[in-house]
């Protein structure tokens, strides 16, 4: 198994009864969602909102996500999603993040999400501000 | 740009306004359930149901998900799944799904979906009527 | 049981196992989903759309809604949506919306909705072309 | 306007980014999700866990629910679920949940939920174990 990536952030979450599907797990599209609010609040925590780019015309896109489910989470569960941003470009974000069960500390899911933001005319281009503030999270 | 798959099965959908984000598109997470969807669909029409096989104590689950948003789906438009199987083991099945835009029939979305089955006891394992109905749709 | 209400729109749709929770039945959020749904494409049919009036800055809003569960829906079941619009004023409009499983044709949800419209600036109110198209449906 | 009534259980929580709608406020049928998470970890605080009681054949279900939306929950808003039981017999429970927005101490929504539990076979009754608990929250 390789290293963990250098985490900048984390988040602790448990898991909500109407996320478990008839399989009796949280259902694989539910991680994501898992994954989006944990990448929001970490950029909050940075001073950008997803919300208020929004309003100003600039839509954050997620555009490739590769993503392993190692083990299941089910009803009840607590657990941390942590996060990486191995590198940034003024075109394109990525994000490592992992999902660790916070009861056996198991590595259940990690993905890798690239995306980038999309102004109101014209190509993709990541905001200076958001550019800026992200590139000092890069180990 | 390479060839699209051998594909072997396909499922119009429209989108549903619920289904689109605060950024005026559909939700990320939310193709994976398209996708799940379309799968299930398929392996009905094969004549496997995946609420039954819950019922006999196999899940299914997903253990990969390679996924690329090439251009986002909108309110009200209508799209079709389409789908190959291009392997499937004893241990594990794969699925290629490319999302067409229904009007513009660009490809929206493609992903590569790796999934397994597993039984009441025991290691994950396909089983047979599963494993063969799916081998036959290998191309 | 009384009447059913004279229906003016159906829409025929399926369970997605997406949408079954770990109960093995659809939960009980999501059916708010399939009314909605329901509700715009009957809109659309109308020739209101729910992203142009957003577009033009009027939100549709739910303000109340009583709902009915009588019979749960499973995996793979086929159902359909019936329509009712009882009375519609410049302040608000009230859908009746009644869901039947088509296998067994038995009622499995039976809800209103009060709604309306907040326009970019000032109070809720329905606008003209919507109030028009709507009240022409009212029996 | 009425008196609030006598809670016995809050549960704070935030507004997620995948949960806001195309027009830019919290989704309705989202408030439902908030209502059965917090009733959810209210039981579990009682003893009572949703999931045991379906591993033991014991179905928690929503037969009514009367909601008024007030005001709108958008991205980023923090708030509380509050929850009183006046009401539990041997074959339902009722439950009134309010959503406070915790900036503005605004009351957004209000509902009245009623429910049952089904058992392997038979009427809907409530376990033993579950009434008592409950029945002890009753002012």
Chains 1, 2, 3, 4 share one sequence.
């Not at 925590?45 to 392993?68: C, E, K, P």
Request: charged residues 20%.
């Amino acid at each position: 198994m390789k290293n963990p990536p250098a985490y900048c952030f984390t988040l602790e979450l448990a898991v909500r009864d109407y996320e478990v599907d008839m399989f009796g797990v949280v259902n694989h599209s539910v991680y994501l969602r898992y994954l989006e609010h944990t990448r929001h609040t970490f950029l909050k925590s940075l001073g950008i909102d997803a919300a208020h780019m929004q309003q100003r015309g600039f839509n954050l896109v997620v555009t490739h996500i590769d993503i392993d489910y190692k083990q299941p989470l089910k009803s009840g569960e607590l657990f941390v999603v942590k996060l990486a941003v191995p590198a940034v470009t003024r075109v394109r974000f990525i994000f490592l993040q992992d999902i660790y069960n916070l009861s056996s500390q198991q590595l259940t899911t990690s993905a890798k999400i690239v995306g980038t933001a999309i102004p109101p005319k014209g190509r993709p281009v990541i905001p200076d501000e958001f550019y800026h503030a992200l590139h000092q999270q890069v180990p």
